[in-house]
């Protein structure tokens, strides 16, 4: 049985799958879930008597009223293949409290800004741009730039490429840029080519970054933020500048 002081009911009342094993939903909560950009809710899905939980970053903004992720389907994985299977309708717990210090320093540098991606690990990143972009329409914020890289095998598995093209449209403060590992299998990519991790260096320094000018926020693989953070060190950068949010262990 689900401890009801520790988890309550969701619903998911949207669905998209912008890619195979890849998906999009937003989920209706039975309590006030309140939450920061960079945050993450805890899942959960009740099987033989217990509960199989797992966190996932909230690509929503807070001043939204649904909760938004973006999920990767692992082969096998003990909650996201069942996750999978659930559509608009589907049934699942949510831990009562949100949780998460990753973005906690973001926008109060008053400092470019890069933010580096694997896949879904551009979640958190949605969350604070949709904040950010509310706030500069309101004339709420005194914008920095923000340089947010993503990086996927295929452009298909972006996920939220066509808002955060159209967002940097909108904002001189923001550059989206994406990267696919896989050209040969995506014959129309005209884009940057290699994993991000290979294209970190070229936008800190054409951002003007510089050790003790410029923070770097790493979200996703851990292969990713490894080799990001080995570039970044090597270009004088200390793990003051450097925040993580891995999404499972080496
Ligand atoms: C703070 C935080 C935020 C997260 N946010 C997201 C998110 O927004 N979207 C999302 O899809 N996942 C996110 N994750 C990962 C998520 O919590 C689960 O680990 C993932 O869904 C796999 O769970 P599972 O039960 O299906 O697999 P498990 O049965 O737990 O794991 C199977 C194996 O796969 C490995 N693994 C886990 N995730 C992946 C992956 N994506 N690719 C390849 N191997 C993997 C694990 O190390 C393990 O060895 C986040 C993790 C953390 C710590």
Request: hydrophobic share 40%.
């Amino acid at each position: 049985m689900m401890d009801p002081d520790k988890y309550a009911a969701a619903t998911i009342v949207s669905r998209r799958d912008p890619a195979r094993d890849l998906w999009i939903i937003r989920i209706r909560t039975e309590i006030e879930l309140p939450y920061r950009p960079g945050q993450y809710v805890t899942l959960g899905l009740q099987s033989d008597g217990r509960v199989i939980e797992r966190p996932y970053s909230i690509c929503s903004s807070p001043l939204e009223n649904e909760i938004e992720l973006f999920i990767e389907r692992v082969p096998d994985g003990e909650l996201s293949d069942p996750l999978f299977e659930l559509g608009v309708g589907g049934d699942l717990i949510v831990r009562r409290r949100t949780k998460g210090l990753f973005l906690r320093d973001a926008p109060l540098l008053d400092e470019p800004h890069l933010f580096v991606a694997t896949v879904t690990g551009v979640a958190p990143f949605v969350s604070l741009l949709r904040t950010l972009a509310s706030r500069a329409r309101a004339g709420d914020w005194a914008p920095v730039p923000v340089i947010t890289l993503q990086g996927a095998a295929r452009s298909i598995e972006l996920g939220y490429a066509e808002e955060l093209e159209a967002l940097a449209q909108e904002f001189d403060w923001l550059t989206y840029v994406p990267t696919v590992s896989r050209p040969w299998e995506d014959p129309e990519w005209r884009g940057e080519c290699g994993r991000v991790e290979d294209v970190v260096r070229k936008y800190a320094d054409a951002a003007g970054m510089r050790p003790g000018y410029g923070g770097v926020f790493l979200c996703g693989h851990p292969g990713m933020i490894s080799g990001a953070r080995a570039i970044m060190h090597r270009a004088g950068f200390d793990n003051k500048a450097i925040r993580e949010e891995q999404y499972w262990p080496d």
